[in-house]
């Protein structure tokens, strides 16, 4: 039961690729490439909590349209601080940020619902509403967006069957395991297709193989042209990644360097199998949690 | 389609707090039972209150004896009388037919007349009854009443009726006014405080709301909806109960007592609207404050 379930997960998760790249880049006119214009930009930006603590000191960087970028840094470092800047939910205590070119300090309070359309948010505990199956879950963000049923009936069965949970339409969250769970926090991020995907930690409760799976989606996600931002501590994965890292270090960044072994224009696949190079030997059907 | 999806949202919320919300609903029920007895009470005795008011009158007996050249002369003294305003000739034959359409058998069995004839003085200012009759009836020296012409037997005033019927009705107004403000209160607190454990409830909820980029009011229009639910709910009953009081009590007695039946009162339909319209109200301002206070969006 298990087999067959993982492996039409598996089916179901590869062979429409090509449908996410269009419907991605159907948002995102332009092919992704890392020398696009940039999405985010971060001009001397520096956040201080009311209680004393600094989130972010004087942070400058720049994110091309269609980059794949790591934040990495211990706890504490600001990697969430970034990313909570980014969804506005507070505002820096100074400097700029722009996104898509807009100034964040100049959307308004009533405006920024509509802003955070255009952004994909994951998180470490997935945030999945634990009363409504995984179907509901994802047309949640749709509805809640003035989608239409017509719409919804469209759309959300598609991106489950690009995330590989066509089969688990109608079970609840806690019935998942925490990769489908997370699966299904993504689908309800891409739904609306949006340019731009944070993820805070997405497999930071998840086990290695687990976590490749997700980095695959969001790498097949970040293929089809949106730029993801990814803050991770798991560094064995980032150093296989091989992409671009910005390191932050008590609100500092310390380090913003693309790796020289940057493998461009991968396949999902030799993504997939470059990625387990190196993990412990072992079924992925067993590892599966 | 919005509106469906708010609903249903709202019926949601209010499955899983049932007990805050049955309380909620209960006071409701409870204000609006108060409200809707308490309205047409205080409109039928203010109307009552009214009547008797606008009948103040000085009403002028004239002795057994007087004939007609003494009550043109009466006539002509009141006119001349400072604040009347108009001066109304009711003969003995005429009080005397009207009391006896009121009640036949007792003046049957009376067979005479015993009514004088009268003159009904109408003040300018029902303020002014007081003068009026001691102008016409000056105090004698040696106590009691003198009046100023030997034809005028009694002067009367119903001042003293109309006084205590006003106390009365105030006080009625007082005490109603302060139950239901008492219990409007009360309603709007306990309405608020099933909407803020709805929101705790629901704080999950509101969090990937406002991630997936839900407008302020997407998000509040469920918790508005869940309170006013709570309120048409309660009101509807107490309607129901009220209508099956008026039905059962008050209908059957209406045609007995003339404070039931008064005219004054507003018409039931009226009356359901003014209680809904204040139902839906008050639960909408017990949303209100909980997500003013506790929803940060």
């Not at chain 1, 269609?66 to 400097?95: D, H, N």
């Not at chain 1, 070119?101 to 802003?115: A, M, Q």
């Not at chain 2, 008797?52 to 006119?79: F, I, M, N, P, W």
């Not at chain 2, 059962?248 to 319209?277: C, E, H, K």
């Amino acid at each position: 039961m298990a087999v067959t379930s993982a492996r039409s997960r598996r089916e179901g998760r590869e062979a429409p690729e090509h449908e996410l790249a269009a419907a991605a880049r159907a948002a995102v006119p332009h092919r992704a490439t890392s020398a696009g214009p940039s999405v985010i930009e971060f001009r001397g930006v520096e956040k201080k909590y009311d209680v004393g603590a600094v989130g972010l000191d004087q942070a400058t960087f720049s994110i091309g349209r269609g980059e794949w970028v790591f934040l990495v840094g211990s706890t504490g470092s600001g990697k969430s601080t970034v990313m909570r800047l980014l969804i506005k939910e507070f505002e820096p205590t100074a400097g700029t940020i722009h996104v898509a070119g807009r100034d964040l300090s100049e959307i308004t309070h009533k405006r920024v619902p509509y802003y955070r359309r255009n952004i994909g948010v994951v998180f470490q505990d997935f945030k999945l509403l634990p009363n409504r199956t995984v179907y509901d879950n994802v047309a949640y963000a749709l509805q809640v967006t003035g989608g239409s049923r017509k719409d919804i009936r469209a759309k959300v069965p598609d991106i489950l069957r690009l995330t590989g949970l066509s089969t688990k339409l109608h079970n609840y969250p806690d019935q998942l395991s925490g990769g489908e769970q997370q699966r299904v926090a993504i689908a309800r991020a891409f739904v609306n297709h949006p340019p731009l995907l944070l993820a805070d930690e997405p497999t930071g409760n998840l086990d290695p193989e687990t976590s490749i799976g997700i980095m695959q989606l969001l790498y097949r996600i970040n293929r089809a042209g949106t730029t993801v931002l990814v803050a991770t501590h798991d560094s064995s994965m980032v150093d296989k990644m091989r992409r671009r890292v910005i390191e932050l270090s008590q609100g500092r960044i310390v380090r913003d360097e693309a790796t020289g072994l940057y493998v461009r224009d991968e396949s999902t696949r030799e993504f997939a199998v470059r990625m387990r190079d190196g993990l412990p030997e072992s079924s992925p059907e067993i590892q599966r949690s | 389609m919005k509106l469906g999806f708010f609903t249903r949202e709202a019926s949601r919320a209010l499955h899983r707090n049932a007990a805050p919300s049955f309380a909620a609903l209960a006071t409701i029920l409870l204000t609006m039972l108060v409200v809707g007895v308490f309205i047409p009470i205080v409109q039928a005795t203010t109307g009552a209150a009214n009547d008797v008011r606008k009948r103040v009158l000085v009403d002028v007996y004239l002795t057994r004896d007087a004939g007609q050249s003494d009550v043109t002369r009466v006539r002509e003294l009141l006119l001349g009388t400072e604040n009347v305003k108009r001066v109304e000739f009711v003969s003995k034959q005429e009080a005397y037919a009207q009391q006896r359409e009121k009640d036949p058998e007792a003046f049957e069995l009376l067979g005479t007349n015993p009514l004088p004839d009268t003159f009904r003085v109408t003040p300018e200012d029902p303020d002014d009854v007081l003068k009026i009759a001691s102008a016409l009836a000056p105090e004698a020296a040696a106590g009691g009443k003198a009046p100023i012409d030997s034809s005028i037997d009694e002067v009367r005033t119903r001042r003293d009726d109309t006084t205590k019927i006003l106390q009365v009705t105030r006080f009625v107004k007082l005490m109603a006014g302060t139950l239901a403000a008492l219990l409007i209160a009360a309603s709007i607190f306990l309405i608020a405080n099933t909407i803020r454990l709805s929101l705790y409830a629901r704080r999950r909820e509101v969090e990937v709301m406002k991630l997936v980029g839900a407008t302020d009011w997407f998000i509040r229009w469920p918790f508005v909806i869940e309170g006013v639910i709570v309120g048409a709910l309660g009101t509807l009953l107490a309607i129901l109960l009220l209508a099956i009081g008026k039905i059962a009590i008050i209908d059957p007695l209406a045609s007995d007592f003339a404070l039931i039946s008064a005219p004054d009162t507003m018409p039931f339909a009226l009356l359901i609207a003014v209680m809904m319209g204040a139902g839906i109200a008050i639960s909408a301002i017990g949303s209100g404050l909980s997500l003013r206070r506790f929803l940060r969006v």
